[in-house]
């Protein structure tokens, strides 16, 4: 079985930049998430495929007829939080409440709560597992945020490369963690898919 998902975020969402300072500035720039968007809907459309698309709670918030539109064509909506901020910059207070936020800004316009989650840049570590638990507890039943080899932004190298249930042991909840599809070349564990440069799309 493939399994294919997309994260809906513009060309600006750039994870080298994350201050607060330069989010307040994103509003200026101009987006091209809608136009890049309506061509990859046209083209699964044409192929007859269903996909996930993570969506970024800053766009929906700015585009949710796109959110709307991506839903009737029977996609599933998943959260790819709110403010485009790594995990493994924030503290667990903070990203709580971006996850949060991002969730309601998501279900009010779909009428139902995302039960998929990934996080941006792959960032959840050994170091900030937790996150897992906190996903959990926010009602998500699905994720796919960890990269299971050395990442630039994150990476958990010892993780299985198999999806795998994740029990949270404060409150019982299960989460189901996909991990981002690799493959060994020469002994690393290398990433064969993305493509971030489909939000530039003139």
């Not at 170091?127 to 990269?147: M, V």
Request: with cysteine.
């Amino acid at each position: 079985m493939n399994v294919l998902s997309f994260d809906i975020e513009d060309w600006f969402h750039i994870l080298d930049l994350p201050d607060d300072q330069e989010v307040r500035k994103w509003s200026e720039y101009e987006s091209r998430v809608e136009k890049a968007s309506h061509k990859l809907l046209d083209l699964l459309w044409e192929k007859k495929v269903k996909t996930t698309f993570f969506v970024l709670g800053w766009i929906a918030e700015r585009h949710p007829a796109l959110v709307r539109e991506i839903q009737n064509q029977g996609h599933e909506i998943g959260c790819h939080g709110y403010g485009h901020q790594l995990i493994n910059a924030l503290t667990k207070q903070k990203f709580r409440k971006d996850l949060l936020k991002a969730r309601d800004i998501i279900g009010n316009i779909t009428g139902e709560q995302p039960l998929s989650h990934r996080g941006p840049g792959f960032s959840i570590t050994p170091a900030n597992d937790w996150a897992l638990r906190i996903i959990a507890e926010c009602g998500f039943k699905y994720d796919s945020t960890i990269y299971p080899g050395k990442h630039g932004h994150g990476g958990h190298r010892q993780f299985t490369s198999r999806p795998v249930t994740i029990i949270v042991s404060s409150t019982g909840r299960e989460l189901f963690e996909f991990p981002i599809s690799v493959s060994k070349i020469f002994g690393k564990s290398m990433c064969f898919s993305g493509g971030g440069y489909l939000g530039s799309v003139k």
